[in-house]
C-alpha cells in the first residue's frame, strides 16, 4: 500500500509540473487560447438559455486543446518533445501523441460574434448582438468572453399554404395537418428546413420523382410586433418535370453488370417476371430471388420508399458486390424506366475469422474459425456455409495446485440461410429495407477440459432471422435440438459425480429439444459518445415434448432411452461504451441470467437441473477475471480436496449477475492498456438443505458477490486482438462475515500472495 501511496504522489507532481509547462512552446507575443464563456446581458436572459448556449458553444471556433479530468495530456505530451527530424520519439511525441498548442492568434472573435448572431437570428431573436471581449490570464494565456443580447423571441402568427389548383398543390395541401410550423411557436430557422424536407419527402412518396426541397420557398412577414406570418409557397420557376406524377414503365434487373460490356448487356433481351424483367444471360439465378426483394412494381405510381427498399433489398441479399439504379423518363410523358444494374460477389469464398465472445455457459468464448462460403447455393442466392472452429481459455496464477480450468473447443457447422422467410403455409414478406432470412443448420461442439472431462453437443436448428430497425434484430428459432454427450471422464471427475447428483445429473447424456428467441439492440459507433448493446434471450425446452411423452417407472421422461430436459432459462446482457476522448473509452456491463428446471419428481430423484451447457458459470478471462473459471460460487459455497486443494472447477448456478466496468485507452493502433474492476456471482435456485449456501436468498446475495481488479494490455494487429489480463481478488465471498474485503491484504511484492491471487487471463477479443 506504501507503493501505491507513492504512485498517487508521483502521479500528482507529474500533474502538477505538467500544468506549469503547458505554455512553453507557445510563440513570444502570442499566447495559449484556453476556451470561451458565453453570458447573456442583464435581465436579457432566455428561459432556454442552457439549450442555446449549449449550440452557441459548439460553434465557437477555434476548439481549445482537449483536457483529460482537468488536464491537457495530449499538450503536455507535445511539449515534451521536439521539432523531429526523423522517425523516433521526438516524432511521435509531436506528430502522434501529442497535440499542438491552439493559439490566440487562430481566434477570429469578430467573425465568431457574427456566427452566434446569426444563430439567435435563425431562432427567433431578430434584434440580438453579440459582442466580446479578450481575456488575459497570466503573461502566456488568454481566454475570450462572449455577451449575447438576445431580445425579445418572435412566435408564428400564422401559417399559410398559397399553391395552385394542380396536383402537386392538392397533395401538399392534403397533408399540411402535418405541418411542423404551427401558431404560437417559436420561430426556427431549422423548423422550416425540416418543414421543407418533409414536403418533399410526401411529394416523392406520391411519385413526384423530380421534386427537391429548394423548390418550395417559406417567406417571412416580421412586420408584425413581437410576431410572424408565414408563407408556403412554390417557387415561380420550378421546372415541369418537378411538379408532374410518374409511373413506372418499366423495371429491369441485371444480374451480372459489367461496365466493359455496358453496351453489349442493355440489348440482352430478358424474361418477364411477375411485374419487372430479369436480364440474366448466363441464368445465375432462379427469378425467386427477386420474387421479395423487388417493390418497384411496373404500372404503378413510383415511391420513393419503394425505390429506397427494392436498393436495399438488393444489397442485403448478400450475393451483390455493387448495386446501382438508373431511372429515365420516356419522353414527352409521365413514365419512368428503371434499370438496377448488380454486380455480384465471387460465388464461392473462404473466409478466416478470429473472434472473443462472452459466453455464459461452458462453451469457450474465444475461438478461430474457418468458414467455406457459397452465396448463391441452389441459384437462390442462399448462403451455404461449413465452418470448422477451435477455441481456447487459459488462466496463469491462482493457487498453481489447483486442477486445471483451462478449456479447449473444437466446432463444426453446416448451414443455409435463405433470403426470405420460408413458410409451409403462408407467404410473409414485411415491407422494410432489411431481408428476412430463414436459417437450416446442423452442428457439433467439442468442450475439452483436461484431466476431467469432454462433452459432446450435437445440434440441429431452424429459424428466422430478420431486422425491425438499424439497430434492433430478431432471431427466433423455434425448432433447436440439443444431443449432449460426454466422454473421456476421470477417475476424480467420477468421484465428484458420485459425491454430487446434481453434478452427475447435468453431465449426462440427454435430449434438450426446445425454441429460444434472442433480441439485439446493438447502436455502436466509434463516432458516438454514448452508444448501447443489449440482448434479451429466452430459452425454453421440453414443454411440448413434455405433454407427450409418458414418464418412465422412476418418474423421468425420456425419448430413445435418453432423458428429456425441462427448463425455462432468460438472461438480460446490457452495456454501455462512452467515448471520453478520441483514444479513450469508458465501457459498463450488466449480465442477468435465472433459469429454472422442472418435470421430475423431488420426492425420489435429486432437484432437476439445467443441463450442463445451459448452465450459468462465471470467472475466467470473459467474466470475473480475478477468479479461475468455473471455481467461483454458488454462492458463499467453497469446496475443497482433503489435501487443500480446490476442487474440480466445475461450479455451476442457476442464476447469475454480474457487472463489469472497464477503461480503455489506445495510445496507438497497435497497443491498448485498460484498467478493470468486476463483481458477481452464480447461485443455485434450490438445493438439498445441507447445501443452503449455494441457494440465492435477497436477504444476503449482496454480500455473497465477488469482486476482482485488475490491468490489461491488448495488441490490436487489425485482424486480430490479443488479450492479456492480469487480475486480483478484492472481495472473497466464501470468507467468513466481516473478513471478505481482502483489500488490506494485497501485497504485490509478497511471493506467496502473488502465486494465490494473481491471475494472468490470455484471450483473443475483447470481453465485452
Known amino acids: 500500500m506504501k507503493t501505491f501511496a507513492r504512485y498517487l504522489l508521483l502521479m500528482g507532481l507529474l500533474a502538477v509540473w505538467a500544468a506549469c509547462s503547458t505554455t512553453r512552446t507557445v510563440p513570444e507575443g502570442d499566447r495559449l487560447y484556453t476556451g470561451h464563456e458565453i453570458k447573456w446581458t442583464e435581465k436579457k436572459k432566455p428561459k432556454d438559455y442552457s439549450d442555446l448556449k449549449s449550440a452557441m458553444d459548439s460553434r465557437v471556433r477555434p476548439t481549445p486543446n482537449r483536457k483529460f479530468l482537468g488536464m491537457p495530456f495530449k499538450l503536455w505530451l507535445y511539449n515534451l518533445g521536439k521539432e523531429p527530424k526523423g522517425k523516433g520519439l521526438n516524432y511521435l511525441l509531436r506528430k502522434k501523441w ?71 398543390a392538392r397533395e401538399i395541401m392534403k397533408n399540411t395537418r402535418r405541418t411542423l410550423l404551427k401558431p404560437g411557436d417559436n420561430f426556427s430557422l431549422d423548423r422550416i428546413k425540416a418543414e421543407r424536407e418533409r414536403i418533399h419527402d410526401h411529394l416523392k412518396e406520391e411519385g413526384f420523382y423530380y421534386f427537391t426541397p429548394d423548390y418550395m420557398l417559406v417567406q417571412i412577414d416580421s412586420t408584425l410586433k413581437g410576431q410572424v406570418d408565414l408563407y408556403v409557397r412554390l417557387k415561380p420557376n420550378t421546372p415541369a418535370t418537378a411538379i408532374r406524377q410518374y409511373w413506372m414503365k418499366e423495371v429491369e434487373l441485371y444480374t451480372n453488370y459489367d461496365l466493359t460490356k455496358d453496351s453489349v448487356q442493355r440489348n440482352t433481351p430478358g424474361v418477364k417476371y411477375q411485374n419487372f424483367t430479369i436480364i440474366d444471360p448466363d441464368s445465375l439465378y432462379k427469378p425467386i430471388v427477386f420474387d421479395r426483394s423487388v417493390f418497384l412494381q411496373r404500372d404503378s405510381l413510383y415511391r420513393i420508399s419503394s425505390h429506397n427498399i ?66 448463391n447455393f441452389q441459384r437462390k442466392a442462399n448462403l451455404l456455409e461449413i465452418n470448422l472452429g477451435g477455441g481456447f481459455e487459459t488462466q496463469v496464477g491462482g493457487k498453481t495446485t489447483q486442477l486445471s480450468t483451462n478449456a479447449y473447443s473444437a466446432n463444426a457447422e453446416v448451414a443455409i440461410t435463405m433470403p426470405r422467410f420460408y413458410t409451409p ?38 429459424g428466422y432471422l430478420w431486422k425491425q430497425t438499424r439497430y434492433i434484430d430478431h432471431q427466433l428459432f423455434p425448432v433447436a435440438i440439443t444431443y449432449v454427450l460426454p466422454g473421456n471422464e476421470s477417475e476424480e471427475f467420477l468421484k465428484q459425480k458420485k459425491q454430487d447428483p446434481a453434478l452427475a445429473q447435468s453431465i449426462s447424456k440427454q435430449f434438450i429439444l426446445g425454441s429460444n428467441y434472442t433480441l439485439t439492440f446493438n447502436n455502436q459507433s466509434p463516432a458516438k459518445y454514448h452508444s448501447f448493446f443489449g440482448l434479451f434471450n429466452i430459452d425454453l425446452a421440453g414443454n411440448l415434448a413434455g405433454l407427450v411423452v409418458p414418464k418412465s417407472g422412476d418418474g423421468v421422461k425420456r425419448i430413445f432411452n435418453n432423458e428429456i430436459s425441462q427448463y425455462i432459462r432468460v438472461n438480460v446482457d446490457g452495456r454501455h461504451y462512452w467515448r471520453l476522448g478520441d483514444n ?155 473478513e471478505r474485503w481482502v483489500i488490506n491484504q494485497i501485497a504485490f511484492g509478497d511471493g506467496k500472495w502473488r502465486k494465490e491471487n494473481l491471475i494472468l487471463n490470455i484471450a483473443i477479443g475483447y470481453p465485452f
Open 310 to 375: 427494392t436498393l436495399q433489398r438488393l444489397v442485403n441479399l448478400g450475393t451483390f458486390k455493387f448495386v446501382r439504379g438508373n431511372f429515365r423518363p420516356v419522353r414527352d410523358s409521365a413514365l419512368l424506366f428503371a434499370r438496377f444494374f448488380l454486380t455480384p460477389y465471387p460465388k464461392r469464398s473462404l473466409q478466416f475469422e478470429v473472434s472473443g465472445t462472452s459466453k455464459s455457459n461452458g462453451f469457450v468464448g474465444s475461438q478461430v474459425k474457418i468458414s467455406a462460403r457459397n452465396r
Open 584 to 738: 479513450l473509452r469508458w465501457v459498463n456491463r450488466l449480465f442477468a441470467g435465472y433459469g429454472f428446471a422442472y418435470g421430475k419428481n423431488p420426492d425420489t430423484l435429486p432437484p432437476p437441473t439445467l443441463p450442463f451447457v445451459k448452465q450459468f458459470f462465471t470467472g475466467g478471462s470473459n467474466s470475473i477475471r480475478a477468479f479461475r473459471a468455473r471455481a467461483l460460487g454458488p454462492g458463499s459455497y467453497r469446496d475443497t480436496l482433503p489435501d487443500g486443494n480446490l476442487l474440480l472447477a466445475n461450479a455451476a448456478g442457476d442464476i447469475k449477475l454480474e457487472f463489469n466496468t472497464e477503461l480503455r485507452y489506445k495510445p496507438n493502433n497497435l497497443l491498448e492498456l485498460a484498467a478493470f474492476v468486476d463483481a458477481g456471482n452464480i447461485w443455485l435456485g434450490k438445493a438439498p438443505d445441507t447445501a443452503q449456501a449455494k441457494v440465492f436468498a435477497f436477504n444476503r446475495f449482496v454480500k455473497e458477490i465477488a469482486v476482482g481488479a485488475g490491468l490489461g494490455l491488448r495488441i490490436d494487429a487489425s485482424i486480430l486482438l490479443v488479450r492479456f489480463d492480469i487480475a486480483f481478488p478484492l472481495r472473497k465471498p466464501w470468507l467468513p462475515q466481516g
Open 425 to 462: 403455409i403462408i407467404k410473409f414478406n414485411p415491407r422494410t429495407p432489411y431481408v428476412p432470412k430463414t436459417r437450416f443448420s446442423l452442428g457439433y461442439e467439442l468442450l475439452n477440459r483436461p484431466n476431467l472431462y469432454n462433452l459432446n453437443a450435437f445440434t440441429g436448428l431452424y
Open 98 to 168: 501529442g497535440e499542438p498548442p491552439v493559439l490566440l492568434s487562430q481566434l477570429n472573435a469578430d467573425r465568431n460574434d457574427d456566427i452566434l448572431n446569426s444563430y439567435l437570428e435563425d431562432n427567433g431573436y431578430f434584434q440580438s448582438e453579440v459582442t466580446h471581449e479578450i481575456k488575459n490570464k497570466g503573461k502566456k494565456k488568454a481566454s475570450v468572453e462572449f455577451t449575447a443580447t438576445p431580445n425579445h423571441r418572435y412566435t408564428i402568427h400564422r401559417v399559410r399554404f398559397d399553391t395552385d389548383t394542380g396536383v402537386l
